[in-house]
């Protein structure tokens, strides 16, 4: 399964005062484009909390490898990298103009609204089995 691609650009509100992408700012490009995956792969967020379960991200390791800047055309891309039974890990990339500029491996758990683990809906196994060499 190819990645799936998120374009973004930068926007003044993203940049501090130095006009470089503020750090934290990287974890709302991927959480967009996570969603955005999410929302691809057939899974309806909100029909899940209606029906008691839940997304959490349990874990975040980040890389800034390179600055971005105001005004600067990037792509997020987003791959899943395993799925372990409630849980299942994405690799994010941030590029600009194919360069790597931020790269995480984000850990996202399947908990119902009483903070238990849940099953993970189906799209994400099947998305698991075509990743599969």
Do not use: K
């Not at 709302?28 to 996570?34: D, I, W």
């Not at 790597?100 to 850990?107: E, H, I, T």
């Amino acid at each position: 399964m190819t990645p799936h691609r998120w374009p973004l650009r930068v926007y003044y509100e993203d940049v501090d005062l130095a006009g470089i992408v503020y750090y934290a700012n990287y974890l709302r490009f991927v959480e967009r484009a996570r969603s955005e995956m999410i929302r691809e792969v057939g899974i309806d967020q909100a029909a899940m909390r209606r029906d008691g379960s839940v997304f959490a991200v349990r874990r975040v390791e980040a890389d800034y490898l390179r600055p971005a800047r105001y005004d600067d055309e990037l792509v997020v891309e987003t791959a899943l990298a395993d799925v372990m039974g409630a849980r299942f890990m994405l690799d994010q990339t941030v590029l600009r103009d194919g360069e790597r500029l931020f790269a995480a491996r984000v850990q996202i758990v399947c908990i119902g609204l009483d903070g238990r683990p849940r099953r993970l809906p189906d799209a994400i196994t099947r998305m698991a089995v075509l990743s599969s060499p």
